[in-house]
C-alpha cells in the first residue's frame, strides 16, 4: 500500500459557497479576487492539476490568472471543488470535516464588543492562573491589539485577551517578559474554564518588542483545541496500525489525537522542506499532513493582497519537487480548510467552496465535480488505505 499527502492550503477558497450569504460573504472569492487584483498569477503547476477548472466549476468563472508557462507536473489528475457543512467557518470546523467529522451542531461564541468574556469565567481564570487582571476583553485583530495595549501589558503584567469571529479565547504577552512556558500553561488554564461554552479554540498569541509601532508576533503561536467529538480519518488510520505524520498546525488542530509523529514547523519555506523531507523517509501506509498556515494567518487575515499572490506563487514554485519523492503508489491532494478573501470587507474568514485537486502517477484523470461535502476527501483516504468507510462523505478514488 502506497502513502497518501495532504497538502492543506489553509485559507485557500476558491469562491461559490451557496451558503455564503448565511455567512454574510456572499461573492467572496480569495482565488478569484487575488488573481484579478495582482493582474494574474504564475502557478503553472496548480493550473496543470485543474485548480483553474475546480474553481470554474465553484464560482461559475475562471480565475483571471493570465498566460501559463508548461508545468512539468505530468500527473493523472482528479480535480473538483467541495462545500462545506459545518456550522462555521473556522479552521478546526475545516480540518475535522475534512477527516470525515462534520460540525453541525457548531461552537459558542463570545460577543464582539467589550466586555466579551463572562466575569465569572475571566475571575476563574485569573485566580487558578494568579493574575492581577486582563486587557483587551474584546473582539480585535491581533496585530493592532498588540500595539494598542503591549504598553500596558509590560507595564502592568497583565495579559491581553481577545477574541474573533471565530470560537475562541486568544491571548497575546510579551515572550520574553512574560514568558512562552507561563504563557501556554494559562492558555491550558483558560481553555479549562470556557469548556462549559463550547469554545472551539485557545491560541496563545506571543509577541516581541518594546514600545507600541513595533511590536511583532512571533512563530511560538500554539493553539490548545477541543478534543473532537467523534472518530476522524487520523483516529482511524493509527488504530489501524497505520502511520499519521502530523507537519505543523496540524498537531493543535486534531489536538494531538490520531497522530503518531508530530513535526512543529512555521513559514512556507521550512514546512515545504519538512514535507518534502518526509517524503523521502516514510514508509508505506502513511498519511503525510501539512498546514500551510501562512496563507491565512499573514496574508488572509491581514487582507495582504500582494503577499498571498506571492505565497501562491511560491507554493506553486515548489510542486515539481514532490516528483522526486513520489513512488509509484502513492497519492497528493491539495485542498483547503475554508476562505479568507484578503479583497473582502473585515478581517474574518469568508465562506467559500475549496479545491480538491488528487494527483498520483496512477490516478486517472477526471473530473470530480460538485463535491457536497469536506468529508469526500477524508473518505477517499479511507477508501485507499482499505479502511471501514467513515460516517459522512464519498469516496472519489
Known amino acids: ?84 457543512i459545518s456550522k462555521d467557518k473556522d479552521t478546526v470546523s475545516g480540518h475535522w470535516e475534512l477527516a470525515g467529522l462534520p460540525n453541525l ?93 463550547n469554545i472551539g479554540r485557545i491560541i496563545a498569541r506571543p509577541f516581541v518588542g518594546e514600545k507600541a509601532g513595533n511590536f511583532v508576533r512571533t512563530t511560538n503561536r500554539r493553539d490548545f483545541t477541543a478534543q473532537p467529538f467523534g472518530e476522524t480519518l487520523l483516529d482511524r488510520l493509527k488504530a489501524a496500525g497505520k502511520n499519521v505524520i502530523a507537519i505543523g498546525a496540524i498537531n493543535d488542530i486534531y489536538a494531538h489525537r490520531g497522530i503518531t509523529r508530530e513535526i ?3 513559514g512556507l519555506k521550512d514546512l515545504w522542506n519538512l514535507t518534502l523531507a518526509e ?51 502513492d497519492i497528493v491532494f491539495i485542498t483547503a480548510d475554508h476562505g479568507n478573501d484578503p479583497t473582502f470587507t473585515g478581517t474574518d474568514h469568508t465562506r467559500e467552496q475549496v479545491p480538491a485537486l488528487m494527483f498520483g502517477k496512477r490516478v486517472k484523470s477526471e473530473n470530480i465535480g460538485q463535491r457536497d461535502t469536506f468529508a469526500d476527501l477524508g473518505q477517499t483516504i479511507a477508501d485507499f488505505f482499505g479502511l471501514k468507510p467513515l460516517d459522512y462523505g464519498r469516496s472519489f478514488l
Request: aromatic share 10%; net charge neutral; charged share 25%.
Open 279 to 329: 517524503l523521502k523517509t516514510a514508509p508505506d501506509d502513511s498519511l503525510i499532513f501539512t498546514n500551510f498556515e501562512d496563507f491565512d494567518m499573514l496574508w488572509g487575515h491581514r487582507r495582504d493582497v500582494k503577499g498571498y499572490a506571492q505565497g501562491l506563487e511560491y507554493f506553486d514554485s515548489r510542486l515539481p519537487e514532490i516528483t522526486f519523492g513520489l513512488r509509484s503508489d
Open 1 to 84: 500500500m502506497g502513502r497518501a499527502i495532504i497538502l492543506m492550503m489553509d485559507s485557500f477558497g476558491i469562491g461559490g459557497a451557496k451558503d455564503a450569504e448565511t455567512f454574510n460573504n456572499k461573492g467572496a472569492d480569495t482565488l478569484g479576487h487575488i488573481a484579478r487584483a495582482n493582474g494574474g498569477l504564475r502557478i503553472p503547476n496548480l493550473n496543470r492539476l485543474g485548480l483553474c477548472e475546480a474553481a470554474k466549476g465553484a464560482s461559475g468563472h475562471y480565475p483571471e490568472i493570465g498566460a501559463q508557462t508548461a508545468s512539468t507536473m505530468q500527473y493523472g489528475v482528479k480535480y473538483g471543488h467541495m462545500s462545506e
Open 105 to 197: 451542531k457548531g461552537w459558542g461564541h463570545f460577543p464582539p464588543e467589550y466586555p466579551s468574556f463572562p466575569a465569572e469565567q475571566k475571575k476563574k481564570i485569573c485566580t487558578e492562573a494568579k493574575l492581577k487582571g486582563i486587557l483587551g476583553n474584546k473582539a480585535a485583530s491581533g496585530t493592532v491589539i498588540i500595539q494598542e495595549l503591549g504598553e500596558e501589558h509590560l507595564q502592568s503584567g497583565k495579559p491581553i485577551f481577545y477574541t474573533s469571529a471565530d470560537s475562541n479565547i486568544q491571548i497575546a504577552v510579551h515572550e520574553q517578559h512574560f514568558g512562552l512556558e507561563r504563557l501556554y500553561h494559562l492558555c491550558e488554564i483558560a481553555y479549562k474554564h470556557v469548556v462549559p461554552y
Open 264 to 266: 512543529r514547523g512555521s
